[in-house]
């Protein structure tokens, strides 16, 4: 089991989901954590008190307005000013079809845009900047497999994003590693929270798709999560991790 006592991890949309889970597998291998959510105050409590001495303070921010990752980060650093570690976990996966209102085509685009790649691009750059002047950090930015191989055109935007942010990871794994930085994506695909579909026509749709016959579980990637902070194989640097039941290999 990986290890992570000197590890202060900042993860982003930790409230709920896989989020929660992330942190639920970080702090159960000792590491210290600052959480992030943007809304639900009620459900972040409960997670803080469930996590106890783990939860070394909390941030609430909106990820879409302009700068929020960079203020993110300096936020948690007064909470935290060892931090190590970064996991850009929040997402937005808002439809919007091809053919609705030039408005709100604009509007849903950049809203995606800066909750999933701009936030988190702001955030790896802050994180990189700290990291140099200590003795290097990990990084892990979930993206998907809609990233990988497309999605659906109502949700061409978080297609897009997602594969934006495997691009950005593998550059940054390339240009930082001589400073001691990893950085990682995750590639899920279906996973079994309250985000995945609730019709049963759609989830018998959906697993028919996958070989292994089921969403993954939000903690398996946590506990994937947790295994690549660890430092446990740095060579692996650079590298995204498809989670998605063989339903798209590469």
């Given at each position: ?7 202060v ?12 889970s ?5 702090a ?10 943007s809304?639900?105050?009620q ?5 803080t ?21 960079t203020?993110l ?7 935290a ?5 970064l996991v850009n976990?929040a997402?937005?996966a ?10 709100k085509w604009q509007?849903?685009w950049?809203?995606?845009m ?8 702001d955030l790896c ?12 950090g990990?990084?892990v ?8 191989r497309?999605?659906?055109l109502?949700?061409?935007a978080?297609?897009a994003?997602?594969?934006a ?6 550059t ?6 001589r ?7 995750i590639?899920?695909?279906w996973i ?5 579909p609730?019709d ?7 697993t028919?798709e996958i070989p292994?016959g ?6 398996e ?8 902070l ?14 998605n039941?063989?339903?798209y290999l590469?």
């Amino acid at each position: 089991m990986s290890n992570l006592n000197k590890t202060v991890i900042l993860i982003t949309g930790a409230s709920r989901g896989l989020g929660a889970s992330i942190a639920r597998s970080c702090a159960s291998q000792g590491a210290k954590l600052v959480l992030h959510y943007s809304q639900s105050q009620q459900v972040m409590y409960d997670l803080t008190t469930e996590l106890t001495d783990s939860v070394l303070g909390t941030v609430s921010m909106d990820l879409s307005r302009p700068g929020a990752g960079t203020a993110l980060w300096q936020e948690a650093l007064k909470i935290a000013p060892d931090l190590n570690a970064l996991v850009n976990n929040a997402g937005s996966a808002t439809e919007v079809q091809f053919t609705d209102a030039d408005e709100k085509w604009q509007d849903v685009w950049s809203k995606v845009m800066a909750v999933n790649l701009q936030a988190p691009a702001d955030l790896c750059r802050s994180a990189i900047a700290s990291f140099k002047q200590d003795d290097g950090g990990q990084i892990v930015n979930i993206a998907s497999r809609a990233g990988q191989r497309g999605d659906s055109l109502d949700l061409a935007a978080y297609a897009a994003s997602k594969g934006a942010l495997l691009a950005f990871t593998r550059t940054i794994a390339k240009g930082t590693a001589r400073d001691g930085i990893c950085a990682y994506s995750i590639a899920p695909g279906w996973i079994n929270t309250e985000m995945a579909p609730t019709d049963p026509a759609v989830i018998d749709k959906a697993t028919s798709e996958i070989p292994i016959g089921r969403f993954a579980e939000p903690s398996e990637i946590g506990d994937l999560t947790a295994f690549l902070l660890s430092g446990a194989c740095t060579s692996a640097t650079g590298a995204t991790f498809d989670v998605n039941g063989a339903s798209y290999l590469r």
